[in-house]
């Protein structure tokens, strides 16, 4: 299994942009999709974004559609989430998960390894 570890969380301002990573260890990276997904106090998990492979194919919600992009560096070893416009009730918890499947990816369960999280705290 691959480890992950998520960082660029903080507090932002409503109508600010943060962008989040998602570090992965091992020497299989290219192998896994990967996930973004949120859990606000109270509220139910919510899925955000999925990407490929190859980077090529990404999937997202239509409540985030346009506002977040996911985007990964194979040299790297890092997947991020860029979120812009941020809202209030985007307060959450942030969690990247990776899988060697691209099918499900709205799944948690699906998935095979997740990240510890990182706080995004989005004050009006």
């Known amino acids: 299994q691959v480890q992950l570890v998520e960082s660029g969380g903080g507090l932002v301002q409503a109508g600010g942009s943060v962008r989040l990573s998602c570090a992965a260890s091992g020497r299989v990276f290219m192998r896994y999709a990967f996930g973004w997904f949120r859990q606000a106090p109270g509220k139910e998990r919510e899925f955000l974004a999925a990407?490929?492979?190859?980077?090529?194919?990404?999937e997202y919600p239509p409540s985030v559609k346009g506002r977040f992009a996911i985007s990964r560096d194979n040299a790297k070893n890092t997947v991020y989430l860029q979120m812009n416009s941020l809202k209030p009730e985007d307060t959450a918890i942030y969690y990247c998960a990776a899988s060697l499947s691209y099918s499900n990816y709205e799944t948690w369960d699906e998935y095979d390894s997740w990240g510890q999280g990182t706080q995004v705290t989005v004050a009006s």
């Open positions: 990407i490929d492979w190859s980077g090529g194919s990404t």
